[in-house]
């Protein structure tokens, strides 16, 4: 795949230029407002819009990549994962630009009397914590400015009032055409990532003859994770624009009316089904959802789904672990109530599976922690796929990861553990969908 690419010294000029920049961080309010009557014209200047912000995302990471701390840089892995980023950057910068018409270019580039016409500006992330503010990075509305260059706010980069022009020309279609093809492939290439660093990190440990990862590391795994997660939805987001056929309830990848009961059951189902095959079991734990039937909102139901499938998994394992495989008709329930607030979708997971002891508490949140006896330190090779893609349990990706989805959209997970009883898991959903990505 990228066998044989090097990052010259002319594309690490390319790339510490492009890193000086900040990110601009969308919403989902404005991913939707912004899809959901795409035009060939639209689709261009969000064409336009990634051309510009994916190199610098890019950039930013490769930057990252090849200066962490304790020599993980050095690690096969990471160095593979660097050369993916890179190869993907010099891709988008290198692709051609177009030459459109005067007429067009003009109904291309908002002026001041489409003031109000401006998608609305998005709000600062609730969930960012200090890995994701410090002085050191960016600030995400792309308004920063600290010692990186400013850059013009996304809810003006992003619009076009292309409301006078019924006729594109042919070009226009071709390159968007052309550029979702590139987007397509680049996604393709970054399928493994989270499991080529997760095998990184574990270069790393049994270099160094580690237990477990430091803080500093794990602060960096939450930004790079985060960014990936924000990188994949920006393309997902697009491809589905420029490819899929409209749909009334669907903008893109994005649900305008993702419905959490339908959501969560088959999230049930699908681990419940995990468990019953990875224990050989004919009826694993039941689990009880309390949940008003027609509770929707705007919402990307793949992060949700991958959420609570996790979740659930950890929650079915703890409690077949505790009564024993033999207690088929006598396992506890597990229940999950879904809530809405005014500004908050709460959904809390309450198992009794004997909990966590406090001591370990802290360590559940860190990447590969896990507490299956994993003696073989090591990744299956069909365990490549993608972030969710894993096994019953003992990848330790599961809790920290689904926190970074949650996270992403502005919302939270909390897990309260009674040691010798069982864990109630929180997942905050922010249900006024304003809060902009949190850009590492």
Not at 96 to 113: D, E, G, V, Y
Not at 265 to 280: D, L, P, T
Request: glycine share 6%.
């Amino acid at each position: 795949m990228s066998a044989g690419f090097r990052i010259t010294p002319a594309l690490w000029d390319k790339i510490h230029h492009f890193a000086s920049f900040p990110q601009t961080g969308v919403s989902l309010q404005q991913m939707v407002l912004f899809g959901q009557n795409p035009s060939q014209g639209t689709l261009l200047k969000a064409s336009q819009f990634l051309s510009e912000e994916l190199p610098v995302r890019l950039a930013h990471r490769v930057k990252e990549l090849d200066e962490l701390p304790h020599n993980l840089s050095d690690m096969p892995s990471i160095k593979k994962v660097k050369n993916w980023y890179a190869q993907s950057f010099e891709e988008l910068i290198d692709f051609p630009t177009i030459h459109l018409p005067p007429n067009i270019r003009q109904a291309l580039m908002s002026s001041k009397n489409d003031e109000f016409h401006h998608l609305p500006e998005s709000k600062p992330n609730p969930s960012l914590g200090e890995a994701f503010t410090s002085p050191s990075h960016a600030s995400a509305n792309g308004n920063g400015y600290n010692k990186l260059k400013l850059r013009v706010p996304m809810e003006r980069r992003y619009y076009a009032n292309t409301h006078g022009i019924t006729h594109w020309p042919p070009e226009i279609q071709d390159y968007n055409k052309r550029f979702t093809k590139l987007l397509e492939h680049i996604k393709h290439r970054h399928d493994p990532t989270v499991t080529t660093v997760a095998q990184g990190v574990l270069e790393w440990k049994r270099s160094q003859n580690a237990r477990h990862i430091g803080l500093d590391m794990q602060a960096w795994l939450d930004r790079f994770y985060m960014s990936r997660i924000g990188i994949r939805f920006l393309i997902g987001q697009h491809v589905a624009l420029n490819t899929q056929q409209a749909h009334e309830d669907y903008v893109g990848i994005i649900c305008t009316k993702a419905n959490v009961h339908d959501i969560v059951q088959e999230a049930i189902e699908n681990a419940r089904f995990v468990c019953e095959e990875h224990y050989a079991m004919f009826k694993g734990p039941p689990v009880q959802l309390i949940c008003p039937p027609s509770l929707s909102f705007p919402y990307v139901p793949g992060h949700l789904s991958h959420i609570c499938f996790e979740l659930l998994k950890n929650s079915l394992r703890a409690v077949v672990e505790r009564f024993g495989v033999d207690s088929e008709d006598h396992f506890p329930p597990i229940k999950v109530v879904v809530v809405e607030g005014k500004e908050d979708i709460t959904i809390k997971i309450s198992d009794e599976g004997g909990g966590i002891a406090r001591s370990a508490i802290p360590l559940i949140w860190t990447y590969m922690y896990t507490t299956m006896d994993r003696s073989n330190e090591s990744l299956e090779q069909d365990f490549q796929a993608s972030d969710f893609k894993a096994p019953m349990a003992g990848f330790g990706y599961g809790l920290p990861l689904s926190r970074l989805y949650a996270r992403y959209f502005g919302g939270d997970l909390r897990l309260i553990s009674m040691d010798g009883f069982g864990t109630d898991v929180y997942i905050h959903l922010n249900r006024l969908s304003s809060s902009r990505e949190p850009l590492p």
